[in-house]
């Protein structure tokens, strides 16, 4: 029976077709989704910390309007990841706590600080065009909710990364002041967003079996070579240096080739030790507390009005 | 006991003319709230004119255990689509 059932899911995935939450699946598929989703969740709702930060800096309205509107998205694509990775059973409530209890990470670019306004440019333009370079092959996912959660998830990320070139290609044809900031913001951001793919395909032991279930599309360092392909053209055209002394195209490939990653600071900042982990992991739990209050009320308003109407709900289905 | 609030399963209709698609779910204590949740989360760019939320244990699905049975009623009757009859190629608007 069970050997039924693995074939139904291996034929499902031969002809290309999309896992239902419904669908039997092998365990180990179950668990290696729910931790990618959860921690794909939980990236969406600490990356809005270091940008929430500039909220109340923005240097003008318009600015300030747009920064609001990201960080807005972030957490809804939070809850669609949330959503997404709860239809294999799990619940919202554990994930916050795995998230609060340090037993399930987030992506380490959110444990490196924004700094200057510049920052928020470089965010939007590198680190937000990483990860679109990775969920844009999510969208082909074989599992049909987190697939469905990426295309939603693509078409409101593209919005944040031309936001983010804007602001550093203003800044970059600003004073000299305004020029040195955006050049530094992308002297920091660089690696790190170059790490985001992670570790390079001989070191990635989980990412062969991704690729077989069709969770992953492409290998880390595949995927790094686009952005990285992408990305140079655009940096040139704001007239912005990428550090990287070995950085050039090569004819024989059809490739830029860059400098060597340096991995060791990757782990450090995975093991916990980045510029902002603990910050980043106090604040979130004190988000959570401090809203208690306002998840109590809710209820309790709720109940409240249950209790005196019963029945008349706004509306009918037609 | 779940320690989340109920799970509502949230339809938008995008326009006018076309019927409401699942867009997908939001936890909320209550329908209201559960609406405004949706609103906030689904149409942050006039993605629809209408949304419902229907709780998610209201749904009745079909199993996905017993889906070759259930649905094989149709799967012999071609004669249900244009396609099986063939038509004098003189005959035209037909």
């Known amino acids: ?318 | 006991m779940s320690r989340d609030w109920p799970l509502w399963e949230v339809f938008v209709r995008s326009r006018r003319g076309l019927s409401h698609i699942h867009a997908g779910s939001v936890h909320a204590p209550d329908a209201q709230m559960a609406l405004r949740n949706a609103r906030d989360l689904y149409t942050r760019r006039q993605e629809g004119v209408s949304i419902w939320v229907v709780s998610s244990s209201a749904i009745t699905a079909s199993s996905p255990d017993e889906k070759d049975p259930f649905f094989a009623p149709a799967a012999d009757k071609a004669y249900r689509h244009p396609t099986f009859y063939d038509i004098p190629s003189e005959v035209q608007t037909l």
């Open chain 1, 1 to 318: 029976m069970e050997s039924d059932l693995a074939a139904g899911f291996e034929r499902l995935l031969n002809t290309d077709q999309r896992i239902e939450p419904r669908d039997w699946m092998p365990e180990a598929y179950r668990a290696t989704l729910i931790r990618q989703i959860a921690q794909h969740a939980h990236s969406e709702i600490i990356g809005m910390q270091p940008e929430g930060n500039w909220i109340s800096r923005a240097p003008s309205l318009r600015r300030k309007a747009t920064l609001i509107a990201k960080v807005q998205d972030e957490a809804g694509h939070g809850l669609y990841l949330y959503g997404a990775c709860e239809t294999l059973g799990v619940d919202r409530a554990d994930l916050l706590d795995l998230l609060h209890s340090g037993q399930q990470k987030y992506s380490s670019i959110f444990n490196y600080p924004t700094l200057s306004w510049a920052d928020i440019g470089a965010v939007g333009w590198l680190v937000d065009g990483a990860a679109i370079t990775n969920q844009v092959a999510l969208c082909r996912c074989s599992y049909g909710p987190y697939a469905r959660a990426m295309v939603r998830i693509c078409k409101e990320e593209s919005f944040h990364q031309r936001q983010g070139f804007d602001i550093l290609n203003t800044l970059a044809h600003g004073t000299p002041a305004q020029q040195a900031m955006a050049q530094d913001a992308v002297d920091r951001w660089w690696w790190p967003s170059l790490m985001m793919f992670g570790p390079p395909d001989d070191a990635s032991p989980h990412s062969a079996q991704s690729m077989a279930w069709r969770i992953k599309r492409h290998s880390n360092d595949e995927l790094r070579q686009k952005f990285v392909d992408i990305t140079v053209p655009q940096a040139a055209a704001a007239g912005l240096s990428l550090p990287d002394p070995e950085l050039r195209w090569n004819e024989q490939r059809g490739h830029y080739d860059i400098g060597p990653i340096d991995w060791a600071e990757f782990w450090r900042v995975v093991k916990g030790d980045g510029p902002c982990n603990r910050q980043r992991m106090e604040r979130r739990v004190q988000a959570h507390e401090e809203g208690r209050w306002v998840r109590e009320a809710a209820v309790a308003h709720a109940a409240k009005h249950s209790k005196r109407s019963g029945a008349d709900q706004a509306g009918t289905a037609a």
